[in-house]
């Protein structure tokens, strides 16, 4: 059993709201100097930098800097408002969930002088194009749906920051709902585990309690971490396992 550090919610120039500094080759590098094992990528609505973050990564391994695994994920804005972290393992499954969310985003523009602009870019860090579509709005797609097809297509589902006022679970709804069968749940740096237990009683006991640092500077990678206890290298399966307790596996926010 081997014990890892993630950090699950990390944002890069592709997120309006994040730093120009949030490029492949110093999220990478912030991790390693951070002591992370595991971080996944997890922009707003879209997915356009994950891979080039997993690619900065393989460069660095190959340069025997770091051993980072880095998962593909995006941070969805359900039509309820609530924000849902999506980690998958492999590219074409991004792609496809990818294209699903497409499909529910309002066919509004982003306004780059009021939200920020909207970066993709590859492994360097080098701009490929700007996204010119608004990813902060809501997408089209309910909560308990979107977790069903996340979890459907093999991928962690949990909702982020839960006990945050914007876009938090528990703010936008009120209490848990009775039909979500969620990976796990997410609470903000501003609470530990318990404190949410307490706070928010509706939480199913066997839903997991995590926390990351919602990254969109440098400096705040890894600013909180979840440890995942895991008897094999670090994917969306093994993650899952030890969120339930499975083979003496676990999660836990040190």
Same mark, same amino acid.
């Given at each position: ?41 997890? %922009? ?86 700007? %996204? ?52 796990a749940a997410e609470i903000s740096p501003n609470m530990r585990p318990s404190q949410a237990r307490q706070a ?55």
């Amino acid at each position: 059993m081997r014990a890892y550090r993630a950090d699950l919610h990390v944002h890069t120039v592709l997120s309006a709201c994040a730093e120009i500094e949030m490029i492949p080759p110093l999220i990478v590098e912030e991790a390693r100097l951070k002591g992370l094992d595991i971080i996944a990528i997890t %922009d707003h609505n879209a997915t356009g930098n994950a891979i080039a973050v997993r690619e900065a990564a393989a460069e660095a391994h190959r340069r025997g800097e770091t051993e980072l695994t880095v998962l593909l994920g995006m941070e969805l804005q359900t039509r309820e408002e609530v924000d849902l972290l999506c980690i998958f393992d492999t590219p074409e499954v991004l792609e496809a969930w990818q294209s699903i969310v497409d499909e529910q985003l309002l066919p509004m523009p982003n306004d780059p002088e009021r939200f920020g602009p909207q970066y993709v870019v590859d492994r360097e860090g080098t701009l490929v194009r700007e %996204d010119p579509r608004l990813l902060q709005a809501p997408a089209m797609v309910g909560l308990e749906e979107a977790v069903d097809q996340v979890q459907s297509m093999g991928g962690l589902a949990i909702p982020a920051h839960i006990d945050r006022q914007h876009n938090g679970l528990m703010a936008m709804l009120g209490l848990w709902p009775a039909g979500l069968n969620v990976d796990a749940a997410e609470i903000s740096p501003n609470m530990r585990p318990s404190q949410a237990r307490q706070a928010f009683n509706s939480i199913p006991e066997h839903v997991a309690l995590v926390s990351h640092s919602d990254a969109h500077w440098l400096d705040w990678i890894g600013h909180v971490m979840t440890i995942y206890e895991l008897h094999n290298r670090p994917t969306v399966t093994t993650l899952r396992q030890a969120l339930r307790g499975i083979e003496g596996q676990r999660a836990y926010v040190p």
